[in-house]
């Protein structure tokens, strides 16, 4: 090679290494500092976006994840306020089985009463909690409905009674006949708005429907027509829900929709002439249970849980009213169940056997949103570290391999800038010819 001075090329050649070098050291350098072997969209197009959209789908399942941790915490508070008012209907129960007692006095009927009317109030301030400043358990979250009518329903009598049924000839499902005779008085006691009210008739010529005319002749509560057959509620749409097992059934209805005017229990007892309770009798009559719930008119008011990373991955939860009123314990006026009297305390018997169940059914249906909040966080927790996972292996750099890179483009550039300065040493060596 010829021996210049104005274009040394070995320089020229071995600059250019050395920047291709020092490029290579400085993604290197970027790559075990970072920890990452995807640093910018340069490195690998195609990787980068793909792992962007996974890392936003992590952030996505995370905050579902934490809205289930916050969803599950808000069912918390309500099922603490309905599990609380649970174990006060079931004190309350204990107390008018007592005031039921005629070992009680009017007096002690009347401090019982007073025990019933507190525990009433504590009823409400329970369905008054709040999570976040949402009310849960006031009705406020309730689904979207029409007003209900209150329907109670008899499925221990026989399957072919019907309301022209007459009471002695009434029989029990089995088929064995109550014997009901026609010296027998019939008492029918309900509670509407919190009111008892009571009735007394002769079981002679009595049918299914003298119960109702008798009731309504000293409450006018119910509807003037007896549901029966298979379809349980009347001919109207008040209540046409059916039988756990299909089977004919007689059932009562409210004669108006919604709280107000719903009927709180229904009793019916069989005395004989001389006052004494035929159980037997009893035992099917007085069997009439509550199988649709009175409600008011509601809004689609139910609580929305967002739990997934895409648009109506969501869990919708109705709270229904669990207030005194709504439970059957007081009227609208502030009037509260009555237990003066042992008629009356026998009727406040079956309201709180309903009452008890409503709440019940409440806190079954908290329950069943919790633990599926529960399954929820969990499935959301294992995608997030499978997506999590695969990212990883898009975006993360091995950093024993990436080590051995740097290292060799380390050695590589000094050999590089060694070589450059033999190169430019190569132009002086032509001085020597001077001489």
């Known amino acids: 090679m010829a021996m210049v001075v104005k274009n040394n090329m070995s320089a020229v050649s071995t600059l250019n290494t050395l920047n291709k070098n020092s490029s290579a050291l400085a993604k290197s350098l970027q790559k075990v500092s970072s920890g990452m072997k995807i640093n910018s969209a340069a490195d690998d197009a195609s990787g980068y976006a793909i792992s962007e ?26 099922e603490g306020a309905v599990s609380s008012t649970v174990d006060i209907l079931k004190t309350l129960k204990e107390k008018v089985i007592n005031a039921a007692n005629d070992t009680n006095t009017d007096a002690d009927r009347q401090t019982i009463q007073k025990e019933l009317d507190q525990s009433i109030d504590q009823i409400d301030d329970n369905a008054n909690v709040t999570y976040n400043g949402k009310y849960l358990v006031d009705g406020s979250k309730n689904t979207i409905g029409t007003a209900t009518y209150t329907a109670l329903t008899n499925q221990s009598l026989s399957t072919d009674t ?12 089995s088929g064995d006949n109550l014997e009901i005779a026609d010296t027998d008085k019939v008492t029918v006691s309900y509670v509407k708005g919190g009111k008892t009210f009571t009735t007394v008739f002769s079981a002679k010529d009595a049918t299914i429907n003298t119960i109702l005319t008798n009731a309504n002749n000293v409450g006018s509560a119910f509807s003037t027509t007896i549901g029966t057959g298979s379809v349980v509620g009347t001919a109207t749409s008040n209540a046409m829900t059916y039988t756990a097992n299909g089977d004919s059934a007689i059932t009562f209805t409210a004669a108006t929709a919604g709280v107000t005017d719903q009927v709180s229990a229904l009793t ?7 006052g004494n309770v035929k159980k037997s009798a009893n035992a099917s009559l007085d069997a009439f249970t509550e199988t ?8 689609d008011n139910a609580i929305t849980l967002q739990v997934g990373t895409k648009a109506n991955q969501s869990i919708k939860v109705g709270l229904t009213d669990m207030r005194s009123e709504a439970l059957g314990l007081k009227g609208s006026d502030g009037t509260k169940l009555n237990i003066s009297t042992q008629a009356k305390a026998n009727a406040a018997i079956n309201v709180l056997d309903n009452a008890v169940q409503k709440a019940l059914d409440q806190q079954t249906t908290i329950g069943s949103v919790e633990s599926r909040l529960s399954y929820t966080s969990s499935n959301l927790t294992t995608a997030s570290e499978n997506v999590q996972s695969s990212e990883s292996t898009i975006r993360d750099a091995d950093m024993a391999k990436e080590m051995t890179e740097y290292t060799k483009n380390n050695v590589l550039l000094q050999a590089a800038q060694s070589m450059l300065a033999q190169a430019n040493q190569n132009s002086s060596s032509v001085l020597s010819l001077l001489q």
């Open 53 to 78: 959209r996974m890392r936003v789908q992590i952030r996505g399942l995370d905050q579902a994840n934490q809205n289930t941790q916050n969803g599950t915490s808000m069912m918390k508070v309500a």
């Open 268 to 274: 019916i007892s069989i005395t004989d002439k001389d």
């Open 162 to 173: 019907k309301s022209d049924s007459k009471l002695t000839e009434l029989k029990s499902r």
């Open 292 to 299: 649709v719930r009175a409600q008011n008119k509601s809004e």
